[in-house]
């Protein structure tokens, strides 16, 4: 019988293997194709352990490698949690790779020897990092692959410096993150520990929950270094304030446009997975009095806040497309920060209600983490589109673009909607979800009122950068540049077919928010024993498919109402603009008589929002 | 549910029947305030049929999302009204709460925001990227007078919150409501896009922003729903802050949320056609304060007061 976790092993095997065969061919296409399918092939692996998990609950660790002497082993174990985050990691390789066939063309100085094998690598390692729970050996085996495969991807654009420098911050941002993160496994372990008859090496996860009680009720400052260490490292590796800005706004831009939407779609996420599993699930719910979750709860969400704001205040005067969407990952990236520290802080009181909210928070959480990684991942290909395509990543120079490629422009539309929380698209879900548990968690700890309204106000500062994004690049006044240096035609299908999949899966779970709930209340329940657990155990989300969503008295929202209001309505407009039976006619713009349509007269995105960037000027020092 | 779904269509048609009558409402008073005959009241009705017969010229830049953005800006206003409890029983508010308000509302100037775009033209990118620059603040505000108020009745469903929870705190006095109350009252211009704070459309100065290349069917629209805007916002001030007698027997809680819409247009009216237009700048400095000054108000709600 295949168990979740041998399917797990497997995908990873098959990467890595993936990664050898396309490191010996050498057509630039057929590699293309050859990691596209391994890559579908190890998500296939991936989908059947992870929806087994969700449907059928989890099973046991299984032991791959050991030896003893080294006390080393890979014990691979697939809960909810997992199962959730290998979805995501899944369902964004598959369009990245399939996006990179076609895009990698366009790099005709490089070599994809240099491509292929390490995203496959790169792969492998984010399926491990999930699924192990060895917190020494194995954590760093699959920390290093990622890092170094990261690293020589960032760096494919060798010609160009800028690239070598983000990649060796990268390099060096990753290191201290591995060994901040292994410091505190070291802290925290206390011991070996036996689990139904199986011996557990001192550095498992489960042999550390095993002694953690103990460790918080003696040595309560060690353990507290312990957890500090732990949301510094993968605090790192999320882009969390103060150490985001330091490498991921590099980064980002730096890496080809494919890899950039699985750095920003899952890399960073297997941060938000750190924080989620050793937080929230490392202190089994009987010991949970002892873990200072009232604290861990403040420091967590107000640094999510920071991040929120600082990302977000310093994505607003950025005028490269991939930077600006860099910016926007440390910013959304807080979002989820401020759903796992309001879901914390609301476990200490011992209440339904404050169990019920934190539920809400930290679905809303897992929830952004997902859709974050469709609409982001979605936004790095549009981005790449345009590059494919014009060349340059300056927004000021581009313009009008929707004329050339509207197919692209429709799903950069609703990817630019979706991060921005326009209803009704998947971004609109989980913030709301966040919301809910965040401003009526206030009841419990008051300062999550205010924290909430920032992340409202916050979201206004992400629409107005998503606007001057979408629109001056695909809208507004089309410049001498575009008209003059691009090739006019829309992308080719290969290209257009996987940013169609993502826009689809934005709108799907958009207007359907309950499908994405279900799974994350089942990866809840279904999730390893840890204090995480019982929120599984709290009944969220009333309503339906079709009804909507909603918990208790506490609020409910219909998106499906929404959309079907409005595509009523829309029927009524249109009808009413036929009324007159008033004639087309085309035109040229009003520019009063004496200015003429030249370059010097368009308004450019440096141009948008002077006096609100005037204010938040002072970010830049943060 | 079906009761609820013909509540809200009644409030849909009376709102599309009556906001053209405001909006003549208002240009009839700021006539004689400024010592004019005016136009007559039902002016606003011949000129949204006029616009539907005239000529629909396409001089922006993408002319198909232009259209896509004019019949979103009318369809979103209507939704939000739909979705409100708008005199006339509740509608579907069951199936929203504050925060799918504040962002429909949101939606509903990003349509605004997108038909300028798609224009494209240079007084038309002007014109939203103020309009944006508003939005980010006065969003904000409206979403802190929700809060205060769910907090209060510790649900974000409409009917806790529209319905004068907001001055249920359990202090003594509600300070944070009144101090809310007087910042909303005091950025009412600004939610109903009139003086002294219509920069963003500013005609005498960047020809209507936004708007500039709209003509015909697809400027009747946007107009229209601007209108629309409008008692939305009303509707939502009385919600808020003043919803006694709303409940009462048919004609007259229906009569006296009319009556209240009435009153808080005059009130638009008279400030606006007594005031200059601010710049940019100093309504953006403006907001700040007035952002900042709600924080306050939303901090000292939390704590309870």
């Known amino acids: ?314 994505a607003l005067r950025q005028e490269q497309t991939k930077r600006l969407l860099a910016f926007h990952s440390i910013g959304q990236i807080g979002y989820i920060l401020l759903g796992i520290g309001a879901a914390i802080a609301l476990s200490y009181y011992s209440n339904p209600l404050a169990l019920t909210l934190g539920a809400v928070a930290i679905a809303g959480a897992l929830f952004h983490t997902f859709n974050h990684g469709l609409f982001k991942s979605l936004l790095f290909l549009n981005a790449g589109s345009i590059l494919y395509r014009t060349n340059t990543q300056d927004l000021n120079k581009l313009g009008g673009l929707i004329s050339i490629m509207p197919l692209t422009a429709i799903t950069s539309f609703i990817a630019s909607m979706s991060i921005s929380g326009v209803p009704p698209l998947n971004g609109f879900a989980s913030k709301w979800s966040i919301y809910v548990g965040a401003i009526q968690g206030g009841k ?103 009804s909507g969503v909603g918990y208790n008295e506490g609020s409910f929202i219909s998106p499906l109402m929404v959309v079907i209001a409005l595509v009523l309505f829309s029927l009524l407009a249109i009808l009413i603009m036929k009324l007159g039976r008033s004639e087309k006619r085309a035109s040229n713009q009003w520019l009063c008589g004496y200015v003429v349509e030249d370059d010097a007269a368009r308004y450019n995105a440096h141009n948008f929002y002077y006096q609100i960037k005037q204010i938040f000027k002072g970010s830049r020092k943060l | 549910m079906m009761i609820k779904i013909l509540s809200a269509l009644t409030n849909v048609v009376i709102v599309l029947a009556v906001a053209p009558l405001i909006e003549g409402i208002m240009r009839k008073i700021t006539a004689r305030i400024q010592s004019r005959q005016g136009p007559p009241i039902l002016q606003p009705y011949y000129d949204l049929m006029k616009l539907l017969i005239k000529e629909d010229i396409e001089s922006g830049e993408s002319p198909s999302m232009q259209r896509f953005s004019a019949i979103m800006a009318f369809a979103s206003a209507l939704t939000v009204v739909a979705l409100l409890p708008l005199g006339f029983g509740y509608g579907l508010s069951s199936h929203t709460d504050i925060i799918l308000t504040i962002y429909l509302l949101t939606f509903c100037g990003v349509c605004t925001l997108i038909a300028g775009l798609a224009a494209g033209s240079t007084y038309s990118l002007v014109g939203i990227s103020r309009e944006m620059m508003l939005m980010i603040p006065l969003e904000p505000i409206l979403a802190v007078a929700l809060i205060i108020a769910a907090t209060n009745s510790g649900s974000f469903k409409l009917d806790a919150v529209l319905n004068g929870s907001i001055y249920n705190s359990p202090g003594i006095f509600p300070i944070s409501s009144i101090i809310i109350l007087v910042i909303i009252l005091a950025s009412f211009q600004a939610y109903a896009q009139r003086v002294p704070f219509d920069i963003s459309e500013a005609e005498t100065e960047i020809m209507d922003g936004p708007l500039v290349e709209y003509s015909g069917p697809k400027l ?86």
Request: glycine residues 8%; hydrophobic residues 55%; contains cysteine.
């Open chain 1, 1 to 314: 019988m295949l168990t979740p976790e041998k399917s797990v092993f497997i995908a990873i095997l098959l990467c890595l293997a993936g990664a050898v065969i396309t490191a010996i061919l050498r057509q630039r296409k057929l590699c293309g194709i050859v990691a596209f399918l391994i890559t579908v092939a190890t998500a296939i692996f991936i989908y059947y352990a992870s929806f087994d998990v969700l449907i059928n609950g989890h099973q046991k660790a299984v032991t791959f490698l050991s030896n003893k002497s080294l006390g080393f082993a890979l014990r691979v174990f697939v809960d909810g949690l997992s199962a959730w985050f290998l979805i995501l990691a899944a369902t964004i390789a598959i369009p990245s790779m399939f996006f990179s066939i076609k895009y990698m063309e366009h790099y005709e100085d490089y070599n994809v020897s240099n491509y292929y094998p390490y995203i496959l690598m790169f792969l492998a390692a984010m399926y491990g990092l999930l699924s192990t729970t060895d917190m020494m050996w194995f954590f760093f085996i699959f920390w290093q692959m990622m890092t170094i495969s990261g690293f020589f991807l960032i760096r494919f654009e060798r010609k160009n410096r800028a690239n070598i420098k983000a990649s060796n911050k990268f390099m060096i941002m990753m290191q201290i993150a591995c060994f901040v993160t292994m410091l505190g496994a070291a802290m925290i372990s206390g011991g070996e520990a036996s689990l139904d008859n199986e011996k557990l090496l001192r550095y498992d996860f489960d042999a550390v929950q095993q002694h953690i009680g103990s460790l918080l009720t003696e040595k309560p400052t060690l353990s507290a270094m312990a957890f500090l260490m732990f949301l510094i490292g993968f605090g790192i590796k999320l882009g969390m304030w103060p150490f985001g800005k330091i490498w991921l706004p590099d980064a980002h831009p730096a890496a080809p446009s494919p890899v950039s939407a699985m750095l920003s779609g899952v890399m960073i996420k297997t941060g938000v997975y750190g924080i989620m599993r050793y937080f929230v699930w490392l202190v089994p719910p009987e010991k949970w009095q002892l873990f200072p979750s009232r604290y861990w709860g403040l420091i967590i969400s107000l640094l999510g806040i920071i991040t929120l704001l600082t990302g977000t205040a310093q």
């Open chain 2, 220 to 305: 009747a629209l946007f107009k229209y729903s601007r209108m629309i805007r409008l008692v939305i916002y009303c509707a939502l001030f009385i919600g808020l802050f003043v919803p006694w007698g709303s409940n009462l027997m048919f004609p007259f809680g229906f009569l006296i949320f009319w009556f209240k819409v009435l009153l808080l247009v005059l009130l638009v009216t008279v400030v606006a056609a007594t005031h200059a237009r601010y710049r940019i700048d100093q309504a953006i400095n403006y907001f700040a304060i007035m952002l900042l000054v709600s924080f306050f108000a939303l901090a000292l709600a939390s704590i309870g007061l």
């Open chain 1, 444 to 546: 419990f700890a008051p300062y999550l009122i205010p924290l909430g309204f920032i992340a409202i106000f916050t979201s206004g500062l992400t629409l107005a950068s998503f606007i001057k994004f979408f629109g001056a690049s695909f809208l507004s006044r089309k410049s001498a540049f575009v008209s003059e240096k691009t090739v006019k035609s829309e992308l080719n299908w290969s290209m257009l077919l996987p940013q169609f999949l993502l826009a689809a899966l934005c709108l799907f779970f958009g207007i359907f928010p309950y499908f994405g709930l279900v799974g994350i209340q089942s990866a809840l329940k279904n999730s390893a024993a840890g204090f995480g657990n019982t929120f599984g155990g709290v009944n969220l989300f009333e309503g339906g498919a079709l």
